[in-house]
């Protein structure tokens, strides 16, 4: 089965300083169809998980343009520009492109403010 | 507005069953893939499966580790998906989100219900 590795599990970061979260899959996550089905999902404390990023790289509505993603193949970036104190919280990545298992998530990496 | 209400949770003896289910409103149920995704306590995501529409082929899918105890079904007329579990064991102890899917992933997420497997 397919296993994500993500890294760091956690992250404290300054105020209006850069992060990063690197994410890697065991096999490569291009399909057949020529998309790459890696999401980025953000769990802020006590509350469900939101969706960032689709598709690697495109943007859910309402994300703010600090969030981006990158990557290709089986390693993939989820970068902040500018962290803000409503960043706070675990970030997941996932993999849809392997049937079975079916979805799979990374460990989560915990973004905290230092 | 999305809106996906998540019910039916609780505290059950291993062993036991329990039924979830997930009120939809606010957009297409009956065209929706639907996913269930689990959490337990201080733990990362898991994904329990997923409900393809009747239109696309109404298939129903499961992650791996479930071994035939859960089903999940729908019922398009009441805009409600459900999660059947049976032989509940305390490692099934954690928090069920419901959330639509569309683009490759889980987009709309309910706030979940907590079910709680004693031993």
């Known amino acids: 089965d397919v296993v994500m590795t993500q890294s760091p599990l956690s992250l404290s970061v300054t105020l209006g300083q850069p992060a990063s979260i690197s994410c890697r899959s065991s096999q490569g996550l291009l399909y057949g169809d020529g998309k790459t089905y890696l999401t980025w999902f953000q769990q802020r404390p006590g509350q469900s998980p939101r969706r960032l990023i689709y598709?690697?790289?495109n943007r859910d509505s309402g994300v703010p343009d600090r969030f981006s993603g990158s990557g290709s193949g089986t390693d993939f970036t989820l970068k902040i520009s500018r962290v803000e104190a409503e960043d706070v919280g675990i970030y997941y990545c996932m993999q849809g492109t392997h049937w079975p298992p079916g979805y799979t998530f990374g460990q989560g990496t915990k973004l905290e403010i230092k | 507005e999305v809106q996906l209400v998540e019910s039916g949770g609780g505290l059950v003896k291993s062993g036991g069953s329990l039924r979830l289910s997930c009120a939809a409103s606010?957009?297409?149920?009956?065209?929706?893939?639907m996913s269930w995704v689990r959490q337990a306590p201080g733990k990362g995501l898991e994904w329990v499966g997923r409900s393809i529409s009747e239109s696309d082929g109404g298939k129903t899918e499961y992650g791996g580790a479930l071994k035939g105890r859960f089903t999940i079904s729908r019922d398009d007329s009441k805009n409600t998906l459900y999660l059947q579990m049976n032989n509940l064991k305390t490692e099934d102890t954690g928090v069920y989100f419901c959330?639509?899917?569309?683009?490759?992933?889980?987009?709309?997420w309910g706030q979940g219900t907590l079910v709680t497997v004693s031993s």
């Open positions: 959330a639509t899917e569309n683009l490759g992933g889980q987009a709309d």
């Open positions: 598709f690697v790289s």
């Open positions: 606010g957009f297409g149920f009956k065209n929706a893939w």
